[in-house]
């Protein structure tokens, strides 16, 4: 599985490194697209969403906007494969802790992309979030290991 953005001609890691927000190969790589992904998978399987900063917290970080931003990149490369791979997105998982909602940047992109055109707060909006959960949760609860049959 690749990691590259679909916005970049570089990977997530290259980008973040550039900026400074990460160093390369670091302990809990905020880029590391695989690691990532499996943390956003164990929760799905649990049935539960992440905030930012509990995400942020599980790779040995502290939540910072920068951080945050950082890892919304990653969580955009993670549905990009996800989508090319038929799986349901994933960056649904992880929410504010103000509101257990997605934060901007995913309403600008998946909700639009399956055509929801309401606020982005308040029941309605809650609502479809729980929908789109659903699918991921479904997905993964159904889903085998890698390498069984």
């Not at 490369?77 to 257990?100: F, K, N, T």
């Not at 600008?108 to 399956?114: C, D, K, N, S, Y």
């Amino acid at each position: 599985m690749t990691n590259t953005s679909p916005s970049f001609d570089r990977t997530v890691s290259e980008w973040l490194e550039a900026e400074g927000i990460v160093e390369p190969t670091s302990p809990g790589d905020i880029a590391d697209t695989a690691s990532v992904r499996e943390l956003l998978i164990a929760a799905a399987k649990d049935e539960r969403a992440v905030s930012y900063s509990e995400l942020l917290g599980m790779l040995g970080h502290r939540f910072t906007r920068p951080k945050m931003r950082a890892l919304c990149k990653t969580l955009d490369a993670i549905d990009a494969d996800g989508a090319a791979a038929g799986e349901p997105e994933l960056a649904v998982l992880v929410v504010r802790e103000s509101d257990r909602l997605p934060g901007q940047g995913w309403w600008v992109g998946v909700a639009q992309r399956h055509g929801y055109k309401g606020q982005w707060e308040g029941i309605p909006a809650a609502e479809f979030v729980e929908r789109i959960q659903h699918e991921a949760f479904d997905f993964w609860k159904k889903a085998k290991p890698p390498g069984s049959t």
